[in-house]
């Protein structure tokens, strides 16, 4: 035998026996849990120690689970409630894998989980709010909030509808607890279940929507209304005052007006008192300034007193 076939030999058994104490060896790790199948079938419990085993290779495989809380989120479900309210209920969970062995022969793999969860989550929470107003799926305490037409409705007539005696969160509690009794025939532990989201079904919110837009409409136009009729009475007393004002400063300038009048007749008497003669004239020459004009024609005697300053006079 040559020496390049030796080698081509060794070659091939140290690659044979490296394959062979792959798949001879396995690690699990801090955030595993292990299941031993031989042939698809378990052997042996649940191996959940980290660190390196061993199990017979190509006969034997090594199926690994998560320890650690794992995350489910639901579809969307359009669900009834109890006051006949159509709405999509929107819900998540925590989960993990408690016994793995039952998990392996029940659903094999976190997608036969989730399917599984789907199935008891769902139809848990479908049931459970379907026995409940659509107020205790909202709320979970009975705090004060806005009271708006719709809800003045309901005061008026049905104000026990908007009392809060379960609530949201209790809800949440009771779907957990309902779903916790089925999980476990799947090797499955529930820590959590919320409604993560609710929400009316499209021609419901539309309803809303509508209704929400004509509240605001209303309230905006009232607050038109109210700002229109402060307007109007600002305007009003701003009118008043100012007319105030006006007829003050009106009867003050009358009042100077008045006194500067009386004061130029007197010096205007003072000053014609000492020629009555040339006041007359003064007077007769503004009432023809006055009447006189372009056009205008008079009929008057030779010896009317109007005309007695247009004579000529001779001396």
């Known amino acids: 035998m040559s020496k390049q076939t030796k080698y081509i030999i060794i070659a091939v058994s140290a690659f ?22 031989q042939f698809g079938d378990p052997v042996g419990g649940t191996i959940d120690n980290p660190g390196l085993h061993i199990k017979l290779p190509f006969i034997q495989k090594a199926n690994f689970f998560e320890k650690r809380w794992l995350e489910w989120n639901g579809d969307t479900n359009q669900i009834p409630t109890k006051d006949k309210k159509y709405i999509w209920v929107d819900t998540y969970a925590r989960w993990r894998i408690s016994e793995p062995l039952t998990f392996f022969q029940r659903v094999r793999d976190e997608r036969g989980a989730h399917s599984r969860l789907d199935d008891i989550i769902d139809g848990e929470t479908r049931n459970t709010v379907a026995n409940y107003n659509l107020i205790e799926i909202v709320r979970s305490t009975n705090r004060e909030f806005e009271i708006t037409e719709e809800i003045q409705e309901l005061l008026e007539t049905k104000e026990d509808l908007l009392k809060i005696e379960t609530g949201r969160e209790k809800i949440s509690e009771i779907i957990l ?23 009316y079904v499209e021609e419901v919110q539309n309803k809303v929507f509508d209704r929400m837009i004509a509240e605001r409409q209303r309230i905006a136009a009232k607050y038109r209304s109210e700002g229109d009729g402060n307007s109007a009475e600002i305007r009003g007393q701003k009118e008043r005052e100012l007319k105030t004002i006006q007829s003050k400063a009106y009867r003050k300038a009358q009042e100077i007006k008045g006194k500067a009048d009386a004061e130029a ?40 007193e109007f005309l007695k300053y247009l004579k000529s006079t001779r001396k």
Not at 16 to 37: A, C, G, M
Not at 184 to 198: A, F, H, M, Q, S
Request: net charge negative; aromatic share 12%; charged share 25%.
């Open 16 to 37: 044979f026996l490296l394959i062979l104490l792959s798949d001879t060896f396995y690690v699990v790790k801090e955030t595993n849990q292990v299941i031993i199948t």
């Open 177 to 199: 607890e309902k779903a916790s009794i089925v999980t476990p025939e799947y090797g499955i532990e529930l820590k959590d279940v919320k409604i993560k989201r609710v929400n």
């Open 265 to 304: 007749t007197k010096i205007y008497a003072s000053a014609y008192n000492l020629d009555p003669e040339f006041y007359q004239f003064m007077k007769t020459l503004e009432t023809y300034k006055t009447i006189l004009d372009e056009k205008t024609w008079l009929l008057l005697s030779t010896d009317c």
